[in-house]
């Protein structure tokens, strides 16, 4: 008998980052491993690039998809070079190869460029992962800069854009796209102003992409978690806010945040052929226990 493994739950200890956060210093760590999942070779042989693979929900797709049989490159930003080397250590002892790419995705140029060295590189393209985010919180709208506002949207939404335009030329017919939204996107939150939006127009673009490719047989899904263990929220929030992280008051019906390793599933269900070849266009909301269905 399949048994669920036990989570860590609030109270956590209270703690906080300056952005863009490392896994390495939270505490507890995020756990990325899913060591109860066996690989079975759903993308051997393939090649996957995860924008924000270093940490949270990124670090957790890397390893997964490489037990899956693939090679992995991953961009990430120079501050998140530890937690990227983690990862890469994580990705090779799987037996895969992992490039790291240090840069931003609000730079289409880098974008570009990051593209054409994963296949100069690793020899193709078959999966992009969109996942680098930023976030703020705030009390109002009004408190929102025009620096963030500008921030948020240059790199939750021209950075996948800006990714999946560099991509699609090297995705075969069969290759898939698979973005990260929230929840956020779906309900809105007053509490994360202009993050919400850039989740909203995320979910769209996956829409738009999904109609848009699917004559070239590219598949294009999103992801939309709610709260999650990752240094993105500790970044984010207040110390005593994280102490009580995805308690059932933040609308969480299991009464905790979820871990990356219990996220990263549903990436490789869409970035999976084998499991997914008839969804595409589609946004799988995993909060929890609360039922988001549209």
Not at 249 to 256: A, F, H, K, Q, W
Request: charged share 20%.
């Amino acid at each position: 008998m399949s048994k669920v493994q036990e989570q860590p739950a609030p109270p956590f200890p209270e703690q906080s980052q300056s952005p863009p956060g490392l896994d390495v210093l939270m505490e507890p760590r995020p756990r990325n491993q899913a060591a109860a999942l066996r690989g079975s070779g759903k993308l051997a042989g393939e090649v996957a690039l995860i924008t924000g693979g270093d940490s949270g929900i990124g670090a957790a797709v890397a390893i997964l998809f490489a037990r899956e049989g693939a090679d992995i490159a991953i961009i990430h930003l120079a501050a998140e070079q530890e937690d990227a080397d983690n990862v890469r250590a994580q990705v090779e002892r799987e037996g895969r190869r992992c490039l790291l790419l240090p840069g931003d995705v609000s730079d289409s140029t880098f974008c570009a460029e990051a593209v054409e060295r994963t296949v100069r590189e690793l020899g193709r393209l078959d999966v992009l992962v969109n996942n680098a985010a930023v976030m703020y919180q705030h009390s109002s709208f009004e408190e929102v800069t025009d620096a963030e506002l500008d921030e948020l949207f240059h790199i939750n939404v021209m950075g996948y854009f800006y990714m999946a335009r560099a991509a699609i030329s090297h995705l075969p017919s069969g290759g898939r796209i698979v973005n990260c939204g929230s929840v956020a996107g779906l309900e809105g939150n007053p509490a994360l102003p202009g993050y919400a939006e850039t989740n909203g127009a995320i979910h769209t673009l996956t829409k738009s992409l999904a109609t848009d490719l699917i004559k070239r047989g590219i598949r294009v899904n999103c992801v939309a978690p709610g709260p999650v263990w990752t240094p993105l929220n500790a970044s984010t929030r207040p110390p005593e806010e994280m102490a009580r992280y995805g308690e059932e008051v933040d609308g969480v019906p299991l009464g905790r945040p979820a871990q990356p390793e219990e996220i990263a599933p549903s990436f490789l269900f869409f970035a999976s052929n084998a499991d997914s070849s008839y969804v595409t266009g589609e946004t799988l909301a995993l909060f929890g226990g609360q039922v988001l269905a549209r």
